[in-house]
């Protein structure tokens, strides 16, 4: 016999947690399996920056107040091109602000969260496809780490299992969406060093794009523009240093043992469905963005944020129109931070062939945003995150 919950959320990543965290502070119950172990969730470095809302979601819910005292309140960013540095001020032209805090340092808060309010919450548990999608009674099968069967019927299945989700199948078939990969990604290094400075600094630079962000006051995270067949080992430490400083002249960077490279590989898709029957799709199962706005988990929150709704809706008050309307309303948001991550992607990197008139082109377009209070203020306003939905229980 299957056991039976009422919503059974596949993957414990921002997405699946905080919509866990979400319906039970309505009175909802939920299920939530992963395949990984509670350490690797803990500690695999990904995101680093969350737009206000999701802090004032992360805050306002009592998901996590160490956002606040361990996290860096960012008031803008700075573009370099052309030899110049460009200030994007967030608080003069919207006022409002990022926060730089890493999003393994969410997933313990919420971790912790959920298991202090006995959320079912299971580790190990590798969900390998959903069944009986259009019925009342969908139900999530898989195994546990020591291989035994698991089987969970629910009212509503969600799936937050990434971008290599299995229950997007059920939803919308393998490769149902749009999809477009770029012909670049990021060499990205974690190293052991103070801050080189004290913002984000978005470079481009006739060598290729840079970003030199940070971490805490010792571990800085920086990115340089590679081509995607870049093997993570080919690079001495020397050589990325000398890349790096390069790509940002006017900044002294100040280096430190680089203790974890990676190369990360750009791609934009949003899934043709988000829902089929009582199965739905959050977070980069529905949608993946290239990193270069800071897009992707701000926009997993976003997503969870409206379904809760439509679940609390369906399920307390048996009222489905907030969930028929959840995908149109949730691609809304969807499509204006594709736009906006592919162009500061576009913007902001060196297209392989790029002729001399792409190049002046690429300028002309930084100082149009630069140089006008227009401009500014969209790349701040986006940066920053559109507003949420409200109507969330405090
Ligand atoms: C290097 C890097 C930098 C980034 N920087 C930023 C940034 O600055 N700002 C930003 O907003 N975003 C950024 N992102 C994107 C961000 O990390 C993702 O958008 C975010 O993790 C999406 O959250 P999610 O919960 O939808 O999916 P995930 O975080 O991928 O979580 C999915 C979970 O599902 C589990 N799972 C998968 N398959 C199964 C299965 N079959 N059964 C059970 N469990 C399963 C996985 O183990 C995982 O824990 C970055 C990403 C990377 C890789």
């Not at 805050?59 to 091109?81: D, M, N, P, W, Y």
């Not at 390998?128 to 698991?150: F, H, S, Y």
């Not at 739905?280 to 926009?299: C, F, R, S, Y």
Request: aromatic content about 8%; overall charge negative; charged content about 25%.
């Amino acid at each position: 016999m299957p056991e039976r919950t009422r919503v059974a959320v596949v993957g414990a990543g921002p997405a699946g947690l905080l919509l866990s965290h979400l319906l039970d502070r309505c009175g909802i119950e939920s299920v939530v399996v992963d395949s990984r172990t509670r350490e690797q969730i803990e500690t695999t470095i990904r995101a680093g920056i969350l737009e206000q809302g999701t802090v004032e979601i992360l805050t306002g819910t009592g998901a996590s107040q160490r956002v606040l005292s361990a996290g860096q309140k960012h008031e803008g960013i700075e573009l370099r091109f052309a030899g110049e540095g460009h200030r994007i001020d967030f608080t003069d032209t919207v006022g409002r602000a990022v926060w730089l805090y890493p999003q393994h340092e969410v997933l313990k808060d919420l971790v912790a969260a959920r298991l202090a309010a006995g959320q079912d919450l299971r580790f190990g548990v590798t969900a390998t496809r959903v069944e009986d999608t259009e019925t009342a009674r969908p139900r999530v099968i898989g195994k546990d780490a020591e291989g035994n069967a698991v089987e969970i019927e629910a009212d509503v299945v969600v799936g937050a299992d990434g971008s290599r989700s299995v229950v997007r199948e059920a939803v919308t078939g393998a490769y149902g969406g749009s999809f477009r990969e770029y012909p670049f990604a990021w060499f990205g290094i974690l190293c052991e060093a103070p801050p080189s400075s004290e913002e984000l600094i978005y470079s481009n630079s006739p060598d290729g794009f840079a970003l030199i962000s940070q971490r805490s006051p010792d571990v800085q995270r920086m990115y340089v523009q590679c081509s995607p067949d870049t093997d993570p080992a080919a690079y001495t430490e020397e050589q990325l240093w000398e890349m790096l400083q390069a790509r940002v002249p006017g900044t002294t960077l100040r280096e430190g043992r680089i203790f974890q490279r990676d190369v990360l590989r750009f791609r934009s898709f949003v899934a043709h469905e988000m829902r089929r029957g009582r199965v739905v799709l959050v977070g980069d199962a529905a949608h993946t963005v290239p990193p270069t706005g800071a897009k992707g988990m701000n926009l997993a929150v976003a997503d969870v944020v409206l379904l809760t709704q439509a679940l609390r809706a369906l399920l307390l008050d048996r009222d489905e129109t907030l969930l028929d309307a959840f995908p149109e309303t949730a691609r809304q948001r969807i499509w204006k931070a594709q736009h906006f991550s592919w162009w500061m992607t576009s913007m902001l990197h060196l297209q392989p062939g790029a002729s001399g008139f792409d190049r002046m082109r690429q300028m002309g377009e930084l100082r149009t945003v630069v140089e006008s209070r227009a401009g500014r203020t969209y790349l701040a306003e986006a940066y920053t995150g559109w507003p949420l939905p409200g109507g969330l229980p405090d």
